[in-house]
């Protein structure tokens, strides 16, 4: 039986292969006029104080208009703008747009931006930040950088020296998605991070496995330990929310609070998280 499965596997091995050749083909033709036709589009996600129940930023998260597939989250197009180089020229852009909707937000409000790997590493780097910060008029404190652990496995010295720049500018630094990639605790020693983000992955099973909850707790106490704040990353339940309290976990975001919106909802979406809070706090 598996030997015949595979053979049939076989014969549509490759026609199927050609088609995604073809598609991948055509999304790579498509992605490089994407920014001149202007169909990407920053969505925004608040990320909330677990003391006062505040909005302290939003982090700006890439969507593509496409005009025959629609709108494509970031994991559909990403890795292919990181092979094609793409993500560079996209990466500036997405620089200058958060960075101008932020302008338009009460002062004491952030914008976190993901930086990817290529980009990290980009010549053009910290001509981007400060023209982007340059052109809006936004202070360099209220930008985070969002960089993953894959960065740092790259080159170490280059990295550092790298990070140390854009502090001096005066930016945040944030490592996304904690846990997930080669973690090494030295990192957190070693890079000049201002904040870790706590994966996902590891708050999902919050409140059901002693497991995950140990893990949170002790990112968190490392962290403060640090002197680095901690985030937790897709809160979905109040049991959630309620366990990452007891842990002493500063910062999250999440379906919860909100899904990412377009730039035009925050303004609401900061009344309607302002309501709740007050209820919380009165009752
Ligand atoms: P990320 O930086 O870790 O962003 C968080 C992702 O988790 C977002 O997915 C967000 O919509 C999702 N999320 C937030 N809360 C919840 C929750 O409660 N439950 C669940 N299941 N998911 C939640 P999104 O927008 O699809 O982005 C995926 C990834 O794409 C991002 O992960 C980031 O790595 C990358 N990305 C997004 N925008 C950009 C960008 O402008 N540049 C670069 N280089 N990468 C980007
Ligand atoms: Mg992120
Ligand atoms: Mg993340
Ligand atoms: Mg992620």
Redesign the pocket.
Known sequence: RAKGDGRSCFRFFEPEMDVRMQLRRGLETDLRQALAAAEFEL?Y?PILDVGSRAVTSF????RWRHPERGLM???RF?PLAEETGL?VPI?EW?LRAACAEAMRWPAHLHVA????PT?FASRGLLEAITGALAASGLAPHRLEL?ITETVMLKDSEATLSTLHRLKAIGVRIAM??FGTGYSSLSYLQRFPFDKVKID?SFIRNLGQTRESGAIVGAVVDLCAGLGKGATA????TPEQLEELAAKGCREV????FS??CPAAEVAGLLDRLRSWAGQTVTG
């Open positions: 969505f996600q982090e700006a998260l890439l989250p970031p994991d990403i993500i990466g997405v931006v993901n930086l990817s980009q969002e996304d998605d996902r990353e897709g809160v979905e975001q999440g379906f919860l899904r990412p």
